[in-house]
């Protein structure tokens, strides 16, 4: 297939749409919502957006500093459901002027031009209410309408969740995305101690890790260790060493897993900042073998990025840095008590986690002939992406495509 283009209607601006940002609501107790779409209208909610907010995803400074990263940002699209003139809950989006990446696996088919307006992981926080829930879907509905965007999407929403189903009764069959995948979202709910933790697991992923970490420790002894990385200073050198792995990695060569951009590296030192960036190497034989980084954020640790070095895969080592960090959670000093894995259904997830639930991103569109034809090009692709996994996980096929990548990325990676 060729890439499709698809000419959209210029931007709306803040300045374009006729009111204050404040439109009455229909609720018994005075609901009212104002749309922020400037950064100095962002700061006059900073001290709720800070108390609500749970996700390192929609923290306001990475908001702010995503903004200033991004080419393709174009303003800020923050919903906000206010009762007796008081905030109640938030939807945090921004507004993008960009290509949609519309893939058959890792192929991209399709890359239409959109406006899009993107609301942030973890980016709705506050009273989630039914009636809440409600006003905001309705906002949405009338944002789309008035041409400020093409499409809105949701980059992961729990499906038993009054916003997803607000989002499902407000909008129309043609303004709904279809075929969309289900993820399984898992985490853990740590115990009192790291001990405690390892009893929970099953049996044979207890012993599966203490076997490669004794392994380790056998074969490598001092020639071993992990070092681990939390302060702004260090974010230059972690990245520089995870990119040793990154590397050796067929995400890599998929173009998917750790890139060393410029927001990548801006929202771990912001993580630093704040004292919740938890960067973890493993070293064999005194070469980087495998990381973990993640972001503690309040009381819950959210892994963001993994790999490991497929010459060393005899020895676990992505189990074994990722056993560390959850042991790290167990500090006094910054203790977890929960720890994130995110999307995935993964072997080493279903093995850890001890809690899961069903997320899926989440597509509407404008009532316009662009917004259809952009609905129609993504259920498409995403009906025929659904088929060709189910033929791939039927298959040893995948196995030989990673093997293959890691083969050609090894002879092609200079070594440091």
């Given at each position: 297939?060729?890439?499709?283009?698809?000419?959209?209607?210029?931007?709306?601006?803040?300045?374009?749409?006729?009111?204050?940002?404040?439109?009455?609501?229909?609720?018994?107790?005075?609901?009212?919502?104002?749309?922020?779409?400037?950064?100095?209208?962002?700061?006059?909610?900073?001290?709720?957006?800070?108390?609500?907010?749970?996700?390192?995803?929609?923290?306001?400074?990475?908001?702010?500093?995503?903004?200033?990263?991004?080419?393709?940002?174009?303003?800020?699209?923050?919903?906000?459901?206010?009762?007796?003139?008081?905030?109640?809950?938030?939807?945090?989006?921004?507004?993008?002027?960009?290509?949609?990446?519309?893939?058959?696996?890792?192929?991209?088919?399709?890359?239409?031009?959109?406006?899009?307006?993107?609301?942030?992981?973890?980016?709705?926080?506050?009273?989630?209410?039914?009636?809440?829930?409600?006003?905001?879907?309705?906002?949405?509905?009338?944002?789309?309408?008035?041409?400020?965007?093409?499409?809105?999407?949701?980059?992961?929403?729990?499906?038993?969740?009054?916003?997803?189903?607000?989002?499902?009764?407000?909008?129309?069959?043609f303004q709904r995305?279809?075929?969309?995948?289900?993820?399984?979202?898992?985490?853990?709910?740590?115990?009192?101690?790291?001990?405690?933790?390892?009893?929970?697991?099953?049996?044979?992923?207890?012993?599966?890790?203490?076997?490669?970490?004794?392994?380790?420790?056998?074969?490598?002894?001092?020639?071993?260790?992990?070092?681990?990385?939390?302060?702004?200073?260090?974010?230059?050198?972690?990245?520089?060493?995870?990119?040793?792995?990154?590397?050796?990695?067929?995400?890599?060569?998929?173009?998917?897993?750790?890139?060393?951009?410029?927001?990548?590296?801006?929202?771990?030192?912001?993580?630093?900042?704040?004292?919740?960036?938890?960067?973890?190497?493993?070293?064999?034989?005194?070469?980087?073998?495998?990381?973990?980084?993640?972001?503690?954020?309040?009381?819950?640790?959210?892994?963001?990025?993994?790999?490991?070095?497929?010459?060393?895969?005899?020895?676990?080592?992505?189990?074994?840095?990722?056993?560390?960090?959850?042991?790290?959670?167990?500090?006094?000093?910054?203790?977890?008590?929960?720890?994130?894995?995110?999307?995935?259904?993964?072997?080493?997830?279903?093995?850890?986690?001890?809690?899961?639930?069903?997320?899926?991103?989440?597509?509407?569109?404008?009532?316009?002939?662009?917004?259809?034809?952009?609905?129609?090009?993504?259920?498409?692709?995403s009906i025929v992406?659904?088929?060709?996994?189910?033929?791939?996980?039927?298959?040893?096929f995948l196995q030989?495509?990673?093997?293959?990548?890691?083969?050609?990325?090894?002879?092609?990676?200079?070594?440091?």
């Open positions: 297939m060729t890439i499709l283009e698809t000419e959209v209607h210029e931007v709306l601006t803040a300045t374009d749409i006729p009111s204050a940002h404040t439109y009455p609501g229909t609720e018994a107790d005075s609901a009212t919502i104002r749309v922020l779409r400037t950064i100095a209208e962002l700061e006059e909610f900073r001290d709720t957006w800070n108390l609500w907010c749970n996700d390192p995803n929609s923290d306001l400074d990475y908001y702010l500093a995503s903004a200033r990263c991004r080419s393709d940002f174009v303003r800020p699209h923050v919903i906000v459901v206010l009762r007796n003139g008081q905030p109640d809950c938030m939807l945090v989006g921004r507004l993008e002027s960009c290509r949609l990446a519309l893939k058959v696996g890792y192929a991209t088919v399709f890359a239409p031009r959109a406006n899009r307006l993107f609301v942030l992981q973890g980016g709705f926080f506050g009273k989630p209410s039914r009636e809440n829930c409600q006003l905001v879907a309705r906002e949405l509905k009338r944002c789309l309408k008035r041409g400020e965007a093409d499409m809105t999407e949701f980059t992961r929403i729990n499906r038993d969740s009054n916003l997803y189903e607000a989002t499902e009764s407000e909008f129309g069959f995305g279809h075929f969309i995948p289900v993820h399984e979202h898992r985490w853990v709910e740590l115990p009192a101690t790291f001990e405690e933790f390892l009893q929970a697991l099953p049996r044979k992923a207890r012993h599966e890790f203490r076997r490669h970490e004794k392994r380790v420790v056998n074969e490598f002894g001092s020639r071993s260790h992990i070092q681990c990385y939390r302060h702004a200073e260090e974010v230059e050198e972690l990245a520089h060493e995870v990119e040793k792995v990154s590397a050796k990695t067929y995400q890599r060569g998929l173009g998917v897993g750790f890139q060393r951009d410029a927001e990548v590296l801006e929202s771990l030192r912001i993580a630093a900042r704040t004292g919740g960036l938890r960067g973890c190497v493993l070293y064999l034989d005194e070469q980087p073998s495998a990381f973990f980084i993640g972001k503690q954020y309040r009381h819950t640790f959210h892994g963001t990025y993994m790999g490991y070095d497929p010459q060393f895969a005899q020895y676990s080592p992505g189990m074994i840095v990722l056993m560390h960090s959850i042991e790290e959670c167990f500090d006094p000093k910054t203790r977890a008590t929960q720890f994130d894995l995110g999307w995935g259904d993964r072997h080493y997830k279903r093995a850890v986690c001890n809690q899961s639930r069903q997320d899926s991103p989440k597509y509407l569109y404008a009532p316009t002939l662009t917004g259809i034809r952009l609905n129609f090009l993504r259920s498409l692709t992406d659904a088929g060709f996994r189910t033929l791939v996980a039927k298959s040893s030989e495509m990673k093997k293959s990548w890691q083969s050609r990325l090894r002879k092609s990676t200079p070594r440091s």
